[in-house]
């Protein structure tokens, strides 16, 4: 069985300021991550993957995370947030093996304050 | 070209009655998944579809909930006589195909809510 923890129900931040969403998660096999994020009103998108390789990745949008296995942790992290990037972000977890459907955590509300 | 879309948006029902929930995945989509995002909670995975097919049903909470797929396209998540808990906004997503490598699209969701 696979679980993932996301520390943070509510993260705060001024606008511009850096920000650290913490995401955790358990499995005994290997892999693979997920961030989505949830726009006001509409539906979830993907924002970046890990699968294998490179444990740092980033998305198009200035947002990156990196996998760290001996913490099994996968931190979504930014420099210099924009009012924009307030939403609910979502971690998953899947097996290689599994069926790939991924298993959520319950999400962090990030709010964007000017 | 157009997402996944999903009716209605909102959806309030007196409980004991029973209500269909739509999903139209985009073209081409072969495999459809249904989730439940609860208050707080993250998303719980409901059932996929392969085609028209239902491989994994194994997160359908109870007996009162069912899934179909026609023509490999259009899916309809039915709930028999409603109760309070659940309430939920209920996510469709689909893919090209089944595996990691397919990025799953969402819908906007359905809003329920059993009074």
């Known amino acids: 069985a696979q679980s993932v923890t996301q520390l943070d129900s509510q993260v705060p931040v001024f606008e511009e300021a850096p920000v650290e969403l913490r995401c955790n998660y358990s499995?005994?096999?290997?892999?693979?991550l997920f961030w989505y994020v949830q726009y006001p009103n509409q539906g979830l998108q993907l924002l970046l993957k890990y699968l294998s390789g490179s444990t740092l990745v980033e998305s198009i949008n200035g947002f990156e995370a990196e996998f760290n296995k001996s913490q099994t942790s996968f931190h979504l992290r930014k420099p210099s947030v924009h009012i924009s990037d307030t939403a609910e972000y979502f971690c998953a977890v899947s097996n290689p093996g599994g069926s790939y459907i991924p298993t959520f955590g319950r999400g962090t509300s990030l709010i964007v304050h000017p | 070209g157009a997402g996944v879309s999903q009716s209605p948006s909102n959806k309030v029902t007196e409980k004991g009655k029973d209500v269909e929930l739509r999903c139209d995945p985009i073209?081409?989509?072969?495999?459809l998944y249904w989730y439940r995002q609860s208050l707080g909670q993250g998303l719980e995975f409901l059932i996929y579809f392969q085609g028209n097919s239902a491989p994994d049903k194994s997160g359908l909470p109870s007996d009162r909930f069912s899934a179909e797929r026609t023509g490999g396209s259009v899916s309809t998540l039915t709930i028999q006589r409603t109760q309070q808990e659940d309430s939920a906004v209920y996510l469709c997503?689909?893919?090209?195909?089944?595996?990691?490598?397919?990025?799953?699209?969402f819908g906007p969701g359905t809003r329920l809510t059993v009074t």
């Open positions: 499995s005994s096999v290997s892999v693979y």
């Open positions: 997503a689909s893919s090209l195909g089944q595996g990691v490598s397919y990025e799953q699209y």
């Open positions: 073209s081409g989509h072969t495999a």
